[in-house]
């Protein structure tokens, strides 16, 4: 039996694992990491040791805009500046 949740599970929950955010995106989980670690991509984090839960339909619509800033041709810092001056 996987432990990986449906798909169905994945879209009726309101927060999701950076895994279950590359199976909705097709992001490079490398990059999501990346994309978290410089702040792009906010995340609820109950204790330190705790899985990192990214609120989905956020998430998905910010990875999607990060991937079309980028499709643009901006480079990071150009996106985390656009992004920064938006809310989540």
């Known amino acids: 039996m996987s432990r990986q ?7 009726a929950s309101d927060f999701v694992s950076i895994g279950e955010l590359v199976r909705l995106t097709g992001s490079r989980y ?6 978290t670690e ?3 991509l906010p995340f609820e984090q109950e204790e330190e040791k705790r ?3 990214f609120p989905r339909e956020n998430a ?3 990875i999607n805009e990060i ?4 499709e643009q041709g901006l ?3 150009e996106i985390k500046e656009r992004l ?5």
């Open 5 to 11: 949740r449906s798909m169905d599970k994945i879209l």
């Open 30 to 35: 490398s990059t999501l990491k990346f994309y």
């Open 38 to 40: 410089e702040g792009m």
């Open 51 to 53: 899985t990192r839960r």
């Open 60 to 62: 998905v619509s910010r």
């Open 67 to 70: 991937k079309e800033l980028k």
């Open 75 to 77: 480079s990071i810092p």
């Open 84 to 88: 920064s001056s938006k809310a989540y």
